[in-house]
């Protein structure tokens, strides 16, 4: 029994290091290959402690390959846009201006009542008064209501508000973001208009860039303050 005890406190301070070695995002909301790095860690962290004829080093060094493995995973999805889309999916629209888009809800496996359901979560019980609800990539629902379904504020009870959505994503880390595009509306060409209006040659300076339903695009460069 002392021996499991030791094993035991031993894995923990080490699977500890471990996970906030990995990133926050271990003990936040995970993406698919997260989820399954932790069912693998508490796996190979369970065998020395159920069975002490097991070597620790026999859990250790397979831990510490799976952390490694999962660095390198996460930087390659920052650098491969295509390599996250195709594991990590991307963020779908399934509410565009009150409209339901059953393809989207047939894809993602998900049934009219459950998205009714998140919707009454969030406090919004009719479709009509969502501008946009967006499945994310963690499985979570996003939900952006319309104008009119807003609450009034100082600038609402002064004018009529400007519809301006949600912005899209067009420029990422130096490069050109294809869900962002198609979403918005926007061609490559119209992006490099953009850059060229704003001083830029090339999306390699630009760390983000973003457009909302309204037209109005948000630059953030990579080594110098934002500009919009």
Request: charged share 20%; proline share 6%.
């Amino acid at each position: 029994m002392t021996a499991i005890i030791i094993r035991l406190i031993l894995v923990y301070f080490f699977l500890t290091v471990i996970v906030r070695f990995m990133g926050k995002r271990q003990i936040g909301e995970m993406q698919m290959s997260e989820l399954i790095t932790a069912f693998m860690l508490s796996e190979l962290a369970a065998m020395p402690i159920t069975d002490t004829g097991i070597p620790l080093l026999y859990s250790v060094i397979p831990i510490l390959l799976l952390a490694v493995l999962e660095i390198f995973t996460s930087f390659a999805f920052l650098r491969c846009g295509w390599l996250a889309r195709l594991v990590a999916g991307v963020p779908q629209v399934v509410i565009h201006n009150g409209v339901i888009d059953r393809r989207i809800l047939l894809s993602s496996r998900m049934t009219l009542a459950e998205l009714m359901g998140e919707l009454r979560l969030k406090g919004y019980p009719d479709p009509t008064d969502i501008a946009y609800a967006i499945l994310e990539e963690n499985g979570k629902l996003s939900v952006i209501p319309s104008k009119a379904a807003q609450p009034p504020d100082a600038k609402t009870l002064a004018r009529v508000p400007k519809e301006t959505g949600i912005c899209h994503t067009l420029i990422a880390d130096g490069l050109l973001s294809q869900p962002g595009l198609l979403l918005s509306g926007h061609t490559p060409d119209d992006v490099q208009h953009v850059l060229v209006s704003n001083g830029y040659h090339s999306a390699d300076e630009i760390f983000l860039l973003t457009v909302d339903d309204a037209g109005t695009f948000q630059i953030y460069p990579k080594n110098t303050k934002n500009k919009s």
